[in-house]
């Protein structure tokens, strides 16, 4: 005779079940009936765990996230006392590295809510990535010097963290091997994951050295006087 679960077990096994549906079709075409059933338990204990299935979903994405932060650290273990273009690597690294990853479903989940957008996503998404994204301009303010402003810094950001979304980088996820259908093929499917890193880091430290060349030759800003 299988022992009951306690409430602890079944809070997990719901959370598991939600995040594997929710990533794999979406906010809208998921039931409750379908994750009951995936997770061995029944309406009235998603209702005590949770309230109601928006907040199972908030729930499910937070706890994908926090197994994808927990497996790839945003420093990439590299120490905070390393150079700034190796906390740079360290970052795109980590970065990489969770986006491609299969088992990271907060991905997905994501990738949903893009195709078919509830707005339920939008305040928790916002408050776990700010963190993650004040990093990066904390590591890009160092290499670019104090003269960078923040638009700059803002900017430079934006190139980093776009490379790393790349939909071809994406797709390595949601592809099948056949790409002959399509017109813009993304990286082969085997190509290694480090091969694509270093040529985002190098892509990325080059740009960089050439804008803060470029932020050394400006004038300074004017300064008012009062008085």
Known sequence: MARPKNRVETKH???????????RKGFRATTIAEI???????????????????SLYIEAWRTAFRY?????????????????????RGWIVSMLKRITDPECNDIEIIHM???NPTGLLFGPMKEALVPIRKILCGILRDILGENASDEDIQLCQMSVISQCM??????????????D???????????KLEQI??????FSLEGLKAIRQQIERRPPPSRKHSG
């Open 13 to 23: 096994q719901i959370l598991e079940a939600a995040t594997q549906l929710f990533s």
């Open 181 to 191: 259908e399509i017109t813009f093929k993304p990286p082969p499917l085997d190509m």
């Open 68 to 88: 994808a932060h927990e497996k790839y650290p945003v420093d990439g273990g590299v120490p905070t006392d390393a150079s700034p273009e190796e906390r740079l």
């Open 113 to 115: 809510e893009m195709t």
């Open 166 to 179: 790349n939909p071809p980088i994406i797709e390595r996820r949601f592809l099948p091997r056949s790409t």
């Open 197 to 202: 890193a270093e040529h985002v880091i190098r």
């Open 36 to 54: 009951c059933q995936l997770a061995g338990t029944n309406i009235a204990s998603v209702n005590y765990h949770f309230g109601d299935k928006d």
